[in-house]
């Protein structure tokens, strides 16, 4: 497999505007007459979608919610980060570029970084001018605060609700178009594979969820704006559509799957509560500016916190890292949580939580400015839990939040397949092996306002896809291909519920290839996954039929792609013998427990090639070189 | 922790043509840490495992921010408790051996799919006849040209918090959707950038409401009561004179 990244000549910052001038443009009379097909409506897919209608591109756009505006960006909670320096406070562009490179654990593609900082500028005005409410100071200029582990203050949002009011931004620029007739939108309809034709990405087969009815769809482009994969642990804070299915079926029709095993693990989660439980809520990271975290000093001390003396506590992110405290980033925090409840120093059911207090806050602040800053947060968990965190510390736990990894792409966001394209979350592009907090709205953005509507051009304009027919061999192949899984997934009449799988492989992936790994964890998940699934297609029941609303059928779809991907998953980790950012291999890590990372041998990008049915897939590899962020340990004491 | 009996009748309906009925379930190990949705979770495994049509139900996020979930319980839009979702509202509100009856949002605009499950698209058409800011892509102003007073950014915020479930029309005695609409409509109007299509934007989404069905409002307020994310009365009357005014501009 060839991967050429593309990335434009020239310093880095002018390479974006190199590669803006290099680019074919097409004729706005010819553009009506490209069909493109975005799958996603969140804010990645939403904002291609709208913009490439606006450019003139006759657009289709799916989702498999009842409405574009359902889309799980919705629930991003914290905020959006733009290099405005607003605040005066040191920042720029370069730094942004720095800060995101560098919280990846030097595992992206430098050039992309640097475009994604560039552009976090216009984002902002952009939402602006769409309406978008960002809070705002007395004077009437935006409001920011630092999150997620930033020493600049460069967060914009939306009460706790940004990812909701970007979204609506984005969705409603979509509306417009599907009212001026320019998008046609497809909801409840779910993308269950990809129609290849003379080597380009021409199409897609979808099914009605409604009425259960199969269509394929031709178009000169295919856009995946289809989301994280997360949810292959079963327990994440993903909505609980989200599923990997679309990105999955591109893989297997020849697209590159980059870094599977970057899963992101959120430090602060509410625990979970029991058996039943179906997702984890998070609780926003910007809880970290002023909440502390601490566990009781003593292993299995069960009295209640407020009777714990201050010497018998345990601040273990202010004690192991006194410059950045309780802000150090997600996987730092994630994994100091779980070592402290490794040894016997959890709270709450289980031992799985640890407390985030707020006392010393509510005492230095007063109780209205801590209600003004986190009152409905405070409120969801005391919704959720019963308790009332300003009386008594939260708990918390770590969560599978976001995956880093996804389909590869070039510098124009293209797979190796021409003509498909993949934005937002389902990529692997900008954030290396960790994410650093408000980047995924930016790089949902980015990439569907102002990054695709213009390579997507170029790539028309030169590769001149020829007319294809949705009713020619390839689309009816593949259609038929789905049709024979349904009915099979339908025949089976076993005795399992799809959960039961779904939560058995989440559980494997969480305790050998969540928050720390091991070869010997992950040989072992290797052997139980392919046997898993193996029961999986001889014992899942799926009840009713296929031509009605069948949500079991929907599930046991996505669940028997994620029986796949996790394989992947344990099989990339296994390969990655280093630890960098969120993927800590416990056989690499330094004296004090910190990732200890092999750039001599592991500064690359993993894209995986399907090889077929029981076949190992391959490996190839795209190098990584850094040249504007010096190469060192992340430090953060 | 607590665990209780819970008995069921919920509303099966195959599909929108289908004729449905309430059918009774017992729900035998509720732990009050359970969600709603989750209890139904429970409910539907057991289905499976009998060998029976799990209840349909939409639901996405679990968070309370999609508004993919919503039906009656005991004719309350999202259950008993006030300002919450029914993904966000938890069985330590019920109690041991009540009986509920759960049935979809009833209303002529919204006509049910399956189940619990229906069809809000009319929501969608409301918000495309005028729910936007005409701007494209690119060559916009910088977001700090244009100041905004903290209240008006606060009073927009509070507006734009709707997430699009549909209670307030459910709950609606007319099925009004004026609460929905009244919400989107004061977001803009209240921001400057809202300022150029107001009156056209108050009178397409109107005509859009009413030509999907939703009937008029009398002001019952039980939408507000209802309404999980506290979207208040007044956006109604700011729909009503910006539609008005709109309505008198147009003559001249
Ligand atoms: C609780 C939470 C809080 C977060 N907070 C923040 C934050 O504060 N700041 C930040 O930067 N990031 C945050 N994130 C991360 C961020 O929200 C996501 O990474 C981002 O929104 C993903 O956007 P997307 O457009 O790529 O995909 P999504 O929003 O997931 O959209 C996916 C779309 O694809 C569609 N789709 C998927 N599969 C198919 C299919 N097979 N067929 C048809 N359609 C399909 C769906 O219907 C949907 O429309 C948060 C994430 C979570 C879970
Ligand atoms: S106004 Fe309230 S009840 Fe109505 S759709 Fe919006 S959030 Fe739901
Ligand atoms: S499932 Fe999203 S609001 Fe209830």
Not at chain 1, 85 to 105: A, C, E, H, I, P
Not at chain 1, 349 to 361: R, T
Request: charged share 25%.
């Amino acid at each position: 497999m060839q991967l050429d990244a593309k990335v434009p000549s020239g310093p880095i910052e002018k390479k974006w505007d190199q590669r803006r001038f290099e680019m074919k443009l097409v004729n706005p009379a010819n553009k009506r007459k490209h069909t493109i097909l975005v799958v996603g409506s969140g804010l990645a897919g939403a904002s291609a979608a709208a913009s490439l209608a606006e450019l003139g591109y006759h657009v289709k756009c799916f989702c498999f919610q009842d409405s574009p505006r359902r889309a799980h960006s919705i629930a991003a909670q914290g905020g959006i980060n733009a290099a405005k320096n607003y605040q005066n406070d040191g920042d720029s562009v370069m730094r942004l570029f720095y800060d995101t490179v560098k919280g990846g654990d030097f595992r992206s593609r430098e050039s992309n970084v640097y475009r994604l900082a560039q552009i976090s500028v216009e984002i902002i005005d952009q939402c602006v001018a769409q309406g978008v409410p960002f809070a705002r100071e007395y004077g009437g200029l935006l409001a920011n605060r630092s999150f997620g582990g930033a020493q600049v203050s460069r967060t914009f949002y939306a009460r706790g609700q940004t990812g909701q009011q970007l979204l609506l931004g984005a969705y409603q620029a979509l509306e417009r178009q599907i009212g001026l007739g320019k998008v046609e939108m497809f909801p409840r309809t779910e993308m269950l594979d990809l129609v290849i034709a003379d080597g380009q990405a021409r199409g897609i087969v979808t099914r009605n969820l409604i009425t259960g009815k199969l269509e394929t769809q031709a178009g000169d482009a295919v856009v995946l704006g289809t989301g994280g994969y997360g949810n292959v642990f079963y327990l994440s804070t993903n909505a609980k559509g989200s599923n990997a299915t679309a990105i999955w079926r591109a893989y297997k029709r020849g697209a590159a799957f980059a870094n599977p095993c970057y899963t992101q693990i959120h430090p602060t989660c509410i625990p979970v509560s029991g058996e039943y439980q179906s997702k984890l809520t998070l609780m926003s990271e910007s809880l970290r500016n002023d909440g502390r975290i601490w566990v009781p000093l003593k292993k299995g001390d069960s009295r209640p916190p407020s009777q714990i003396p201050a010497e018998e506590r345990d601040y273990y992110l202010e004690r192991r890292y006194p410059a950045f405290g309780n802000l150090v980033p997600r996987d730092v925090a994630s994994r100091a949580a779980k070592q402290v409840c490794d040894e016997g120093r959890g709270v709450g059911p289980g031992g799985l939580g640890v407390y985030l207090d707020f006392k010393n806050a509510i005492e230095r602040l007063g109780e209205p400015v801590v209600r003004d800053r986190y009152g409905n947060l405070f409120e969801m968990y005391e919704r959720i839990t019963g308790e009332d965190p300003y009386q008594v510390p939260m708990r918390i736990f770590p969560a599978i939040h976001y995956t880093m990894g996804g389909l590869w792409v070039d510098y124009n966001l293209m797979s190796n397949v021409p003509g498909l394209f993949v934005v937002g979350e389902a990529n692997f592009s900008d954030h290396g092996a960790n994410r650093l907090g408000a980047s995924a709205l930016m790089q949902g953005l980015a990439d569907g306002y102002f990054v695709l509507p213009y390579t997507i051009g170029d790539y028309l304009a030169t590769a001149k896809p020829a007319k294809v027919e949705a009713a020619s061999a390839p689309f009816t192949d593949a259609e038929r291909e789905v049709k024979a899984r349904l009915d099979k997934l339908l025949g089976i009449n076993g005795k399992r519920t799809v959960d039961s799988f779904h939560k058995e492989v989440g559980r494997i992936l969480w305790e050998d290839c969540g928050m720390a790994r091991t070869a010997e964890g992950l040989k072992r998940a290797l052997q139980k996954i392919p046997e898993l699934r193996e029961q999986f297609w001889k014992d899942v029941a799926v009840l009713g039929g296929e031509g009605e609303v069948n949500q079991q059928l929907e599930k046991a779809g996505r669940v028997a792609d994620f029986l796949e991907l996790a394989e992947l998953i344990c099989l990339d980790a296994l390969d990655r013998a280093e630890s960098c950012g969120c993927h800590l291999r416990e056989e690499f890590q330094t004296p004090d427990g910190e990732a200890k990372r092999n750039d001599a041998d592991f500064s690359y990008v993993a894209a995986w090639e399907w090889k077929g049915p029981g076949e190992q897939p391959a490996l190839n590899k795209e190098p990584l070189s850094f040249e504007h962020v010096h190469l060192a340990q992340r430090s953060y004491k | 922790m607590k665990s209780f009996k819970l008995i069921l009748n919920v509303w099966r309906q195959k599909s929108g043509n289908a004729d449905g009925k309430f059918v009774r379930y017992e729900v035998p190990d509720v732990s009050e840490h359970m969600s709603f949705l989750e209890m139904l979770d429970v409910l539907n495994e057991a289905l499976i495992g009998r060998g029976e049509q799990p209840v349909a139900f939409d639901h996405d996020c679990r968070e309370g921010i999609c508004g993919m979930c919503g039906f009656m319980i005991n004719g309350d839009a999202h259950g008993p408790l006030p300002g919450t979702t029914v993904c966000q509202l938890h069985m330590r509100h019920f109690h041991d051996g009540q009986e509920l009856w759960l049935e979809p949002w009833r209303a002529r605009a919204f006509p049910v799919v399956r189940d619990l499950m229906v069809n809000r698209s009319a929501f969608d058409r409301v918000i495309a006849a005028g729910g936007f800011v005409s701007v494209n892509t690119g060559g916009v102003p910088d977001g700090n040209t244009l100041p905004i007073g903290k209240l008006d950014a606060d009073r927009a915020m509070d507006a734009a918090a709707c997430i699009g479930c549909g209670a307030c029309v459910a709950m609606c005695p007319n099925s009004a959707a004026a609460l929905f609409t009244g919400a989107k409509i004061s977001h803009l109007g209240l921001l400057p950038q809202g300022q150029p299509e107001r009156n056209t934007r108050a009178e397409r989404m109107v005509t859009q409401m009413h030509a999907e069905g939703f009937g008029h409002c009398t002001s019952t307020g039980e939408c507000e009561a209802v309404c999980p994310k506290h979207i208040k009365l007044e956006v109604i009357a700011r729909m009503n004179a910006d539609f008005l005014r709109a309505k008198l501009r147009s003559r001249d």
